[in-house]
């Protein structure tokens, strides 16, 4: 008999055939992408939001456990539920509603990002949150995570476009933070609270979220560099232009690397071993026209090498470099570490340095890419997980990498949030003072602790633990 067999039971007398304590179904939802496992007494699939607070209410009751996950794109253990009870699965809530005239869009928390992205565009307007797993990961789990991408440069991340929410208090209540308007002045700000609580403070249902026009042209172009640091000076360069690309992405040596084994083509022919950056430029076509020529003028004096894309088919071509080479790490050890950390682009030099020192120190391939015009890097520490000396390496090196980019006034999350896999990080981050105003605010909200427990503020070391041999659709994308 489970912990929670009672309140199951009553659960089941609610929901009926929403409810599922079989093995298999228990089992799917075991896990997220950070492939740690632990298994719920049952998974609850609503199909209208009012059986959301039909299940946080007797939760709460009987103070079972609840975590809320969506596809459980989550690198970070976020979704994972550690304290076994109840996960709820967003999937089935999945509307999504196009406001033309606001220039808005109304979504339910299961929706996919890539659906919203399309539908958006059939109106003429642009979601541009671009998450890497976006044609399988959820706004519900964008919103708790404050997702990201490669748009966010130019134009933010989600909490950038989120007008109001809808969702459930941990007690089963009903809230709406904001309307669908574009000012709102009524009260406390608790929508941004939500945005990037990892599911901690509420259950999110439905969004309003902002759309932009769509860009009306685009063009790419890909540079190559003799080294990271040569790369890193060239953007800053090009950021002092007052250039502000809609993509701005940076690849290191070892990412090229893996990107020419996957794809079987060399980036660049006759300029083999190049760190590189891709940028796209978006936005009115007179305005791309003029710009381009500033770029290219600042690629002939900085880059030993480009190449712009002459149509959309050659555009893609050149991104296969960015979206292939994360996959073909694994090359170099079968546990890869992606942490993504933020940097100021004051300390790009400084943290490029001290990159090249950790690499040498702690022996271990750590191919290192993602986004120069918000500072976002995903290094990626690679190792072996049976080889208990990589092992240990592993592990002193990101420590050293958290401790850095905090001296260095950085973040040590940008888009993945902290989950299970970031706790031994947060104190690094946060003064107790601070951790102890996000406590009380977790108190204040869940009083007996049933939404997402075991995150964010109690220390596990996820790269100790045995991870599931399992392949997910997103993964490696």
Known sequence: MSKHSQATRALKRRLGPAVDTSEQGCWAASFDSSKISFLPEAVITPRKEAEVGVVLTLANQHRVPVTVRGRGTTLMGSAAPIAGGWVIDMLRLNKIKIDDEAG?????????????????AQAGWFYPPDPSSKEFCTIGGNIACNAGGMHG???????????????????????????????????????DLWIGSEGMLGVVTGAVLKLVPAPAARWTLLTAFADETQAIAAARALFRLRVQPAICEFLDRESVVCAERATGRPVFTGQPNRAVILLELAGAASEVKEVSKVVLDWANEHALA???????DEAEQLWQVRRK??????????????????????????????????KKTSRLAIPTFGHLADGNLHVNIMFHRADADESRRAEA??????????????????????????????????????VAAMQAVKRALDPKGILNPGKMFEI??????????VHLPWDHK
């Open 104 to 120: 808005m869009v109304h979504a339910q928390a299961g929706a996919k990002t890539g659906e919203v992205q399309r539908a958006a």
């Open 460 to 469: 596990y070391e996820v790269w100790k633990q045995p991870k599931l041999a």
């Open 153 to 191: 440069g130019k134009y933010g991340v989600t909490r950038d476009f989120v007008i109001a929410l809808r969702g459930f208090l941990p007690t089963g209540e009903l809230v709406e933070w904001g309307t669908a308007t574009k000012k709102y002045a009524a009260g406390f700000n608790l929508r």
């Open 306 to 312: 480009h190449r712009a894309a002459r149509n959309r």
């Open 397 to 434: 090196a990101v420590e050293r990498l958290m401790q850095t980019v905090v001296s260095l006034g950085g973040a040590i999350s940008g888009e993945h949030g902290i989950g299970l896999a970031k706790t031994p990080f947060l104190r690094i981050q946060h003064s107790p003072a601070q």
């Open 325 to 358: 080479c994360s996959g073909a790490m694994f090359e170099l050890g079968d546990t890869k570490l992606n942490e993504d950390i933020v940097i100021p682009m004051r300390a790009y030099g400084k943290f490029m340095t001290f990159l090249a020192g950790l």
